[in-house]
């Protein structure tokens, strides 16, 4: 017979019966098999974390992993790279508006701080723009892209009407404070529909009918219509800017290679057909023989980029400002950035415009699916192609063709609708999986 034997003080318990606490202070037997956790252990951690959830639902916050995507998604709108050219830009902008538009403001008798405060205006405006697209889902604006065509598309038909006249061309609307012109407007939205079609329609974007019927002809008819104003440069930058979204859809190489010979054969005969716009070829490829006609601005340019060196005459100091480089503020701040700031300061928002093509491209490669890539692409590549065209005109490297230096050129809605594009572009990188989850 097997008698009973007491445990001696000091000497551990006998294996396979333990004792644990419970929070009443009573021992409470619980077994565990090899290989296998205490339930009640388990049970302890996790009562912690859900006790925190439940927290966090009273309270009306947010609940488990929304909070957490929330909270990811608005720090990654706030500290995305492509802020920062914007910001610099922008501020930039500010400060070369005020120093090439003083003399001019001033000679106009509306106070030399006149077109500062429109450009402040419309930066702060636009601002809140960026930050009200960074927060709108850019689906929602992709489904409403064809009524932001048709209503952006109607106020440029009546530009041709209503639309106040200034050196021939019938470009904005005279709105009292501020002009304003709906071209930017049309190419955001026809880039926002292009890439909705392609991402909706990849599959059958093979066929040239789905291809021709939704974007190019809307294309071309919001091209017709900044021709006959006449706006080239908008025109121009519209067309690039969709080409390079159809580029990147699965389209026939063969239909895509027709429709951008057809394109750039009608480019040369709009060119050609007027006379002005020979007369600003001729001038871009001799601009010394026409020194007192178009090719004025480019002798005036070059003059004021010479004059800057590698420094600069330093902030305030340029000449050219004097009203002898028409449009200082505009067309040609980048001029009066080479003259104040010398080759420094040129390469400064050379480098700074690089910056946001790979910010932007950043957001595309990273987009959460074939709408944002289409959308971060068609943005980025519109505003880099626009900055492009501006300083290559100013430089002498590209006809002169009258678009503004996105950010940093004077005009209300240029830097509206830039700005809020660039929300766009922050929403996208909201929206995105971060790397490595």
């Known amino acids: 017979m097997a008698s009973k034997r007491k445990n001696p003080a000091g000497r551990a318990p006998a294996r396979g019966a333990r004792s644990a606490r419970s929070d009443a202070g009573k021992a409470t037997p619980v077994t565990r098999d090899k290989g296998r ?89 636009g601002l809140l723009l960026l930050y009200v697209c960074s927060r709108l889902d850019y689906h929602f604006l992709a489904r ?6 048709f209503l952006s598309m109607g106020l440029l038909a009546l530009l041709l009407f209503f639309g106040k006249e200034v050196n021939g061309a019938r470009r904005c609307f005279d709105v009292g404070f501020s002009p304003f012109s709906p071209t930017e407007f049309v190419r955001i939205a ?68 027709a429709l951008g010979s057809a394109g750039g054969a009608l480019a040369v005969l709009f060119a050609y057909i007027a006379p002005y716009r020979r007369a600003r070829l001729f001038s871009f490829m001799h601009p010394w023989k026409s020194s007192e006609g178009y090719g004025y601005h480019v002798i005036q340019s070059s003059i004021a980029l010479g004059s800057g060196n590698l420094k600069g005459l330093g902030p305030g100091m340029s000449r050219q400002k004097f009203l002898y480089l028409p449009n200082a503020h505009n067309d040609f701040i980048f001029a009066i950035i080479g003259e104040e700031f010398g080759i420094a300061g040129t390469l400064t928002v050379l480098c700074l415009m690089v910056l946001f093509a790979w910010a932007g491209l950043r957001i595309a490669i990273n987009a959460p699916d074939e709408l944002g890539r289409l959308l971060a692409i068609g943005i980025t590549g519109s505003i880099v192609i626009q900055a492009l065209v501006n300083m290559g005109g100013v430089v002498g490297l590209l006809p002169i063709t009258g678009v503004p230096l996105p950010l940093v050129s004077s005009g209300g809605m240029s830097i509206f609708v830039c700005l809020g594009s660039i929300g766009i572009l922050l929403n996208i990188a909201a929206l995105s999986k971060p790397r490595g989850r």
């Not at 529909?193 to 789905?210: D, E, N, P």
Request: include cysteine; glycine fraction near 8%; aromatic fraction near 6%.
């Open 190 to 257: 026809l880039i926002v529909f292009s890439a909705h079609v392609i991402a909706t329609k990849s599959k059958k974007m093979k066929g040239l009918r789905h291809l021709v019927v939704p974007i190019v002809v809307l294309v071309v008819l919001a091209a017709g219509l900044m021709l006959a104003q006449p706006d080239l440069g908008s025109a121009l930058v519209l067309c690039f800017s969709v080409m390079l979204l159809l580029i990147l859809a699965p389209t026939n190489s063969s239909h895509l290679f």
């Open 144 to 149: 409403i892209s064809l009524f932001g065509v």
């Open 37 to 125: 956790t205490a339930p009640t252990a388990r049970k302890s951690q996790r009562a912690p974390a859900k006790l925190n959830g439940t927290r966090a639902q009273r309270s009306g916050t947010c609940t488990g992993t929304s909070c957490a995507k929330s909270g990811s998604r608005r720090k990654a709108s706030l500290a995305n790279p492509i802020l920062l050219p914007t910001i610099v830009l922008l501020l930039g902008g500010l400060v070369m508006v005020l120093s090439a538009s003083f003399v001019a403001s001033s000679e106009m008798g509306a106070g030399g701080y006149r077109t500062f405060w429109e450009q402040a205006f419309w930066a702060f405006s």
